[in-house]
């Protein structure tokens, strides 16, 4: 997956299964990508993420090795 400014986000299932978060609530954010940033000595970026429905900024960013792009997520995942 790419990730560019605008592209649609999601925690990908591997990551909300490592943290034990089987809530739907997690499972069905939705966000758009604001911007990225590197992370020195790691191929991964820091990406920061608007929640189409969350506005705490203690979620407003994650790991870009932990999203998956919307357009991935077959339809029946989330429900």
């Not at 986000?9 to 034990?20: D, E, H, N, T, W």
């Amino acid at each position: 997956m790419q990730l560019i400014p605008g592209a649609r986000v999601a925690y990908s299932a591997k990551f909300l299964r490592q943290i034990g978060d089987y809530s739907h609530a997690s499972a069905s954010m939705r966000g758009t990508v604001q911007s990225l940033r590197p992370m020195a000595h790691s191929k991964n970026y820091y990406v920061k993420i608007k929640w189409d429905h969350d506005d705490d900024e203690l979620r407003a960013g994650a790991l870009s090795c932990n999203l998956v792009a919307v357009a991935g997520i077959p339809a029946d995942a989330a429900g």
